[in-house]
């Protein structure tokens, strides 16, 4: 009965366009369940800001560029996740608030590669246009690199 419920779960999760946080068996999953039940998780470790390194065939995009890709997608995230990933919010979750909060600054930095390559990209894509989605794509492209200097 258990792993039909986390089935479910999950299947309902993906088809709803949740976060991850929602599925039992994934490391937000845990963190979530443990969160009910009273136990203190740690926060991941931000990543130390630097500079955007060049992408391979493209242009390597200036520090003020940089910025304004981060905050035309932190809008786009408050606008579709911040119900979860806004700590200001009352409907804030403290599963959500632990994988990034769209209230810090350093957002970003709080995004580890496989939740920029997966989890981050997941509930977004469908909802941008087509300038949203290069837009998110650039900016995927550059965190990631970041982190895999």
Do not use: N
């Not at 991941?44 to 910025?67: D, R």
């Not at 809008?75 to 632990?98: D, F, N, V």
């Not at 087509?130 to 998110?136: K, Q």
């Amino acid at each position: 009965m258990r792993g039909a419920r986390t089935l479910m779960a999950a299947t309902m999760a993906a088809a709803l366009g949740g976060c991850a946080w929602h599925v039992p068996g994934t490391q937000a999953g845990q963190a979530h369940l443990a969160t009910q039940a009273g136990e203190a998780r740690l926060a991941p470790q931000p990543a130390p800001h630097l500079a955007a390194p060049p992408i391979p065939g493209t242009q390597p995009l200036s520090a003020p560029e940089v910025a304004a890709l981060r905050a035309r997608l932190r809008e786009h995230a408050k606008a579709h996740c911040g119900t979860c990933h806004q700590s200001s919010r009352p409907s804030h979750k403290a599963a959500a608030i632990a994988i990034y909060d769209l209230d810090r600054d350093d957002w970003h930095t709080m995004l580890t590669v496989p939740r920029l390559q997966a989890g981050f990209p997941r509930r977004l894509t469908g909802r941008l246009d087509d300038a949203g989605r290069r837009d998110l794509q650039a900016f995927i492209a550059h965190e990631v690199a970041l982190r895999q200097r």
